[in-house]
C-alpha cells in the first residue's frame, strides 16, 4: 500500500492550495482518510478526515478554512486550503487506517497505519 501526497508550494498568505493523495495497493473507499501536518520543531498536528460517505471533520485551526474531498473512482483524497495563513505552514501527510470502518473517524496519529511522504506548504506573509 502506497499513498502519494503531491500539490504543495510556496503561497503568499491569503491564498489557497490544493493537495491531492493518491493511493495504491488497494481501494480505499470504504476507509476514512486523513490528513495531518508537521511544522518545524513542533508535533504533528490533525487537519482533517473524511469519512467513507463524504462527511469530515476538522481540527480547530483550519475549520472553516479546509475543505477535505475524495474521489473513489481515483483512489484519491484532496485538501482544498484557502486564506492560507503563515502559520499553516508544514508539511502535509494524508493517511490512511489499517481497516475500512463505516463508524469510526480517526483524528488521531496512532488510529492511522498507512501515511504518505508529506507535501510541503509555505506560506508567506
Known amino acids: 500500500v502506497q499513498l502519494q501526497a503531491s500539490g504543495g508550494g510556496l503561497v503568499q498568505a491569503g491564498g489557497s492550495l490544493r493537495l491531492s493523495c493518491t493511493a495504491s495497493?488497494?481501494?480505499?473507499?470504504?476507509?476514512?482518510m486523513g490528513w495531518f501536518r508537521q511544522a518545524p520543531g513542533k508535533e504533528r498536528e490533525f487537519v482533517g478526515t473524511i469519512n467513507w460517505n463524504g462527511d469530515s471533520t476538522y481540527g480547530d485551526a483550519v475549520k472553516g478554512r479546509f475543505t477535505i474531498s475524495r474521489d473513489d473512482a481515483k483512489n484519491a483524497v484532496y485538501l482544498q486550503m484557502n486564506s492560507l495563513k503563515p502559520e499553516d505552514t508544514a508539511v502535509y501527510f494524508c493517511?490512511?487506517?489499517?481497516?475500512?470502518?463505516?463508524?469510526?473517524?480517526?483524528?488521531?496519529?496512532?488510529?492511522?497505519?498507512?501515511w504518505g511522504q508529506g507535501t510541503e506548504v509555505t506560506v508567506s506573509s
Open positions: 495497493g488497494r481501494s480505499f473507499s470504504s476507509y476514512p
Open positions: 493517511a490512511a487506517p489499517s481497516h475500512p470502518s463505516l463508524v469510526v473517524v480517526p483524528t488521531t496519529e496512532d488510529e492511522y497505519k498507512f
